[in-house]
C-alpha cells in the first residue's frame, strides 16, 4: 500500500481543531512540528536529552502532518480536509498560512512504518479483520476472521466505507445467497460474504493489482472455491448471466450512479444494491438518483462522514 502525507501549515491556535479534522479524515496519527517547542523547558525522561533539530521546523506557524492511504478516495479526502479545515473561519480561528501540501511517501521507508498501525479489527457484530502478520484468536463463538494482506490494492478493511458495506452485508445477507462485488480492491468485501454465508461471489475490479490481492486473499482465507475474481468494468460484464441476491460496490458516488441501470438488471426481485464511498455532501444525489430510478430505499448508515446505502430493486 502506498501513503500520503498530507502537511498542514497552520497556527498554534488552530492545532487542535486540525488535528481532529485529520482524525476524523482517517488518518491513523497525527504528527505536530511547533518551532515554540525548540524553545520549551522541558523534563528529561530517565536521563534522556532531547535534542530537537531546528531545521525540522517551520521559521513560523506550526506543521500539522498526518498519513492517509493512497487510493481512490484520497482525492476526494484531502479535498474534504481542507474545506473543513477552511470552515474553522466561521468559528474566528486564525489558520496562519493555512497552506496544504500533499506528498508521497517512499514506500520502503514507509513499509515497517505503517505495519504499526495496521492491527486486528472487529468491524461487525461478526467479523474481524486482521493482517496476515499479526497472530490472532478469534474471542467469540460465531466470530468470523479474516485475514488480509492489502499490498498495493485498496482495503484494509477497516476504512469507514468498508465497514459500513460489510456491517450491512451482515444485515441483509441471508445463508446461500448469490453476490457481485464490484470494485473489490483486496476482496475484503467478497471474502466477507463468502464467510457470512453467500454460495457464490462474482469479485471484479478494474485494477489488475486489485485482481491479484483479491486472488492471493481468498485463497488466504480459504473461500476461493465459492469467490470467483476477474478484471471487469462495473457490470459490463455480460458474463454474469445469472441474477443476484446482492450487489455491493464501495466506489465513488459518481460511478455509483452509472452502475444503476445494470445494477438493476442483474438483481434478482427484491434483491438488494449495497453501495457506499459516497461522502456527507453526495448523500442526497445518490439517494434522488436511486428514488428516481424507482428503487426503495431500505437503510441508510453513517461512519465519519461517509455514508453507505442499501436500496431494494424496483
Ligand atoms: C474504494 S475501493 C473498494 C475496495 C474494497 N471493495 C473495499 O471495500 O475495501 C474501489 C475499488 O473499485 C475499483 N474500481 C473503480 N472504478 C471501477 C469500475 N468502473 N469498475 C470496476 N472496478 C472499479 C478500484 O480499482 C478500487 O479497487
Not at 223 to 242: A, C, I, M, P, T
Not at 260 to 285: C, F, H, T, W, Y
Request: proline fraction near 4%.
Amino acid at each position: 500500500m502506498k501513503w500520503s502525507e498530507i502537511c498542514i501549515h497552520t497556527s498554534q491556535e488552530a492545532v487542535d481543531p486540525v488535528s481532529h479534522i485529520l482524525h476524523e479524515s482517517g488518518a491513523s496519527g497525527v504528527v505536530i512540528e511547533d518551532r515554540e517547542d525548540l524553545f520549551r523547558e522541558r523534563e528529561t525522561v530517565f536521563g534522556e536529552i532531547y535534542d530537537l533539530s531546528p531545521e525540522d521546523y517551520p521559521e513560523e506557524g506550526v506543521l500539522v502532518k498526518a498519513y492517509l492511504p493512497v487510493n481512490s478516495f484520497l482525492k476526494e479526502t484531502v479535498d474534504s480536509i481542507k474545506e473543513a479545515v477552511n470552515r474553522l473561519h466561521v468559528f474566528d480561528i486564525d489558520l496562519g498560512l493555512n497552506h496544504v501540501t500533499v506528498s508521497e511517501i517512499n514506500e520502503e521507508e514507509w513499509a515497517t512504518q505503517w505495519k504499526k498501525y495496521y492491527k486486528p479489527v472487529k468491524v461487525s457484530e461478526r467479523i474481524t479483520i486482521t493482517p496476515t502478520w499479526e497472530e490472532y484468536t478469534p474471542v467469540r463463538e460465531n466470530e468470523e476472521v479474516i485475514e488480509l494482506d492489502p499490498g498495493m490494492a485498496f482495503g484494509t478493511g477497516t476504512h469507514p466505507t468498508t465497514v459500513l458495506c460489510i456491517q450491512a452485508l451482515e444485515k441483509h445477507l441471508n445463508d446461500g445467497d448469490t453476490v457481485t462485488d464490484v470494485g473489490c480492491g483486496t476482496g475484503v468485501l467478497s471474502i466477507a460474504s463468502a464467510k457470512l454465508g453467500a454460495a457464490k461471489v462474482e469479485a471484479l475490479d478494474l485494477d489488475e493489482v486489485a485482481v491479484k490481492s483479491a486472488e492471493i486473499n481468498t485463497k488466504l482465507n480459504r473461500v476461493q472455491d465459492r469467490v470467483n475474481v476477474r478484471q471487469g468494468d462495473l457490470l459490463q460484464d455480460r458474463s454474469f448471466d445469472e441474477k443476484k441476491d446482492i450487489i455491493v460496490a464501495n466506489i465513488l458516488a459518481e460511478v455509483i450512479l452509472d452502475l444503476l441501470p445494470d445494477a438493476k438488471s442483474q438483481l434478482k426481485n427484491g434483491g438488494k444494491l449495497i453501495v457506499s464511498g459516497i461522502i456527507e455532501r453526495k448523500r442526497s444525489m445518490v439517494k434522488e438518483a436511486l428514488q428516481e430510478a424507482g428503487w426503495r430505499l431500505a437503510e441508510t448508515t453513517e461512519m465519519e462522514g461517509w455514508i453507505a446505502i442499501v436500496a431494494e430493486r424496483p
